[in-house]
């Protein structure tokens, strides 16, 4: 089983072998598969009652300027985790505030020192920017082993498995494609006729970087979701970088046919215009009225492509995507969440976040969780009591001291 994060749910699936270990010098564990059950995840937390957590951890940030910001996120997630019911228990965070301090002022003063040196010269700004580099991946797998440790499911901690070394190949691998498209443009440019290696050498760049993004996406999802235990039970992951890479592309389209409409209505708005003004010689009050009208119709066209037709789409085939193919023998997850249904969310969230002027925000965030998380269903082919049991069989709880090295680092991942 893995934890199912109520900030950021993704997507899951089923591996073709258990990912079951032992330890050393004892028998494998009796794992035999039986018929599949089905299990959906219940979200019970109401805007109401996160509404008086969300004021109260804003008041006492801005009354600190900040220093808040650990308890904030442990009062947090300690409602979204109590409220995510997984097979009838729900999840339980245990983040020590004090602690993951530690973690924040480490964070705050490297980008503070990041900033610092930028404005001191490009030259200083370069070399923090690479120090940051440098240590980012160890940042990012201390927070990932931090947020499992903290978070258990009756009564057991999750951990994260993946090692230092693929943390910095998450990140080194698409270095290396960027280098290679750099040196393939070079080769080009020096073998191709003149007058074709503009257009090539574009064509190359375009095509690099166009991937580059989804590459390191898959990269980062492969090495989160493949290392996700609860005891001796581990996850793999086994969505493609091509899988990922449909999902930009298809996004894309959507959102060049969405800017085709926005172009369409402007014209027809000039159109009209230029039909009304016709024989006229206007004055400056009603070309800027004209101007307001088609800047109004633009602004709102924007947000509706990005906020109910790009985001909603991407962000519920990749969760559908990244659960479905997250799991093992024995435990996998699918993910049902439409496009259509994420879409009618995030307009009414927004609509009523500007109506009240950011006062609905909790209850967004409440809303777009249940969507989330009640969308992706468990399927157990073993009973979940045997299934812990097995899970918890030879595990020493030693998150506590582990959690303590990591100095509660928590980056958001």
């Known amino acids: 089983m893995h934890q199912t994060s109520p900030s950021a749910p993704q997507a899951g699936g089923m591996t073709a072998s258990p990912l079951i270990t032992h330890n050393a010098g004892e028998p494998p564990l009796p794992l035999v598969p039986h018929p599949v059950s089905l299990h959906t995840i219940r979200f019970t937390g109401s805007g109401s009652e996160y509404f008086r957590i969300w004021i109260v951890n804003l008041l006492l940030m801005l009354v600190t300027l900040g220093l808040y910001y650990p308890w904030a996120k442990v009062r947090k997630l300690q409602y979204f985790y109590g409220n995510t019911v997984v097979i009838g228990h729900p999840l339980a965070f245990h983040g020590n505030p004090k602690q993951m301090l530690r973690g924040f002022l480490l964070v705050s003063l490297l980008m503070v020192l990041y900033a610092v040196a930028g404005k001191v010269s490009p030259e200083a700004g370069s070399v923090a920017a690479l120090i940051l580099a440098a240590i980012w991946p160890a940042l990012m797998r201390a927070s990932l082993q931090f947020r499992l440790a903290q978070t258990s499911w009756r009564g057991l901690r999750f951990h994260f498995t993946g090692s230092l070394k693929d943390a910095y190949m998450v990140f080194l691998k698409p270095i290396l494609v960027s280098i290679g498209v750099g040196l393939l443009s070079v080769i080009l440019a020096v073998m191709l006729p003149r007058a074709l290696t503009g257009v090539i050498l574009g064509l190359v760049m375009v095509v690099g970087l166009a991937c580059l993004g989804p590459y390191m996406l898959w990269r980062l999802k492969q090495y989160q979701h493949q290392h996700y235990a609860l005891g001796q039970l581990q996850t793999s992951f086994k ?35 230029g039909v009304s003004l016709a024989g006229q010689r206007p004055d400056a009050r009603t070309l ?27 962000s519920s085939r990749l969760q559908n995507l990244i659960w479905t193919q ?28 500007v109506l009240t002027l950011g006062l609905y925000w909790p209850f967004a965030a409440v809303a777009l969780a249940r969507a989330r998380l009640q969308a992706i269903v468990i399927h157990t082919r073993q009973d979940p009591d045997l299934l812990l049991a097995q899970a918890s069989r030879n595990t020493s709880d030693a998150t506590g001291d582990l959690a303590a090295d990591l100095m509660g680092i928590d980056v958001g991942l």
Do not use: C, E
């Open 326 to 353: 997250t799991g093992n023998r024995l435990v996998r997850f699918k993910s049902h969440l439409g496009w259509g249904h994420m879409a009618r969310l995030s307009l009414q969230n927004w609509l009523l976040i």
């Open 239 to 273: 969505a493609r970088f091509g899988d990922v890479l449909r999902i930009f592309l298809k996004t894309g389209l959507l959102t060049v046919a969405a800017l085709i409409g926005i172009g369409v209505i402007v014209a027809v708005l000039a159109a009209t215009m």
């Open 288 to 314: 800027m009225s004209w101007g307001n009208v088609i800047v109004g119709v633009v602004a709102v066209s924007y947000l509706l492509i990005t906020q109910v037709i790009q985001g909603p789409y991407f």
